[in-house]
């Protein structure tokens, strides 16, 4: 069973669209992450978020923590080509070093 | 800086074929990481290791050993490979100064096939 439930598990989009994947548990968390990856590559950290109720914008990219920090929304506004990637999400549970990963969302923009 | 590499990127072994994935940090990290990725079943943690000369297991450890060799280093190894470690590895690390907000780098990943 998975803790983080990341949905939908694949997008395909055109660009310039906007679009909303999510991140969803039943179980609460001190943090959480979002990552990127590219094919070929390891994930890399986009954000972290902290606070319940928090949101953070890094560009297009919009990111909010659920007020009972058990979820977590990813927003792209205007999707461009350079989005295309997985994006996982991670929790923070217990802080003994073992994140809760998420499957990921594939998401492929179209040009 | 390199940030954290992998060895080797590729590898096919037959069954029961033992083989060492190595992983190092410039980064002075004190934490490092091993994880699998398989399709539709996100990162699972194999082992880590919280600090120079520790090292825990995670969520799947069984078929696997590691070695914190230094602050720098981290391998796993599998003794008898099995089709079912067919999958792509990742090596990563934190720096782990106690906050909940800890950032992982990831290395490139071995990708490893096991007939």
């Known amino acids: 069973t998975q803790l983080l439930e990341q949905s939908p598990q694949f997008l395909s989009i055109q660009e310039g669209e906007n679009l909303t994947v999510y991140c969803n548990s039943s179980s609460v968390f001190s943090s959480l992450q979002w990552y990127r990856q590219e094919p070929g590559e390891g994930p890399v950290l986009l954000v972290t978020?902290?606070?319940g109720g928090e949101v953070k914008k890094l560009k297009r990219l919009t990111f909010q923590f659920g007020d009972a920090r058990k979820d977590s929304s990813l927003h792209i506004t205007a999707a461009q080509p350079g989005d295309t990637g997985l994006y996982l999400c991670?929790?923070?549970?217990?802080?003994?070093?073992?994140?809760?990963w998420g499957a990921g969302t594939k998401l492929i923009i179209k040009p | 800086n390199a940030g954290v590499t992998q060895t080797p990127k590729f590898q096919v072994l037959k069954t029961g074929q033992s083989m060492t994935l190595q992983c190092a940090q410039d980064m002075n990290h004190n934490s490092m990481y091993w994880y699998r990725q398989d399709p539709g079943m996100g990162l699972r943690l194999i082992y880590y290791s919280a600090s120079e000369g520790t090292t825990d297991k995670g969520e799947v450890p069984n078929g696997y050993n590691v070695s914190r060799l230094n602050k720098r280093e981290f391998s796993l190894r599998l003794e008898s490979a099995a089709p079912s470690q067919t999958s792509v590895y990742f090596c990563?690390?934190?720096?782990?100064?106690?906050?909940?907000?800890?950032?992982?780098?990831f290395g490139p990943g071995t990708r490893l096939t096991v007939l």
């Open positions: 991670a929790g923070d549970k217990d802080s003994n070093y073992q994140l809760i």
């Open positions: 978020v902290v606070t």
């Open positions: 990563a690390s934190s720096e782990n100064d106690g906050t909940s907000t800890d950032t992982q780098y």
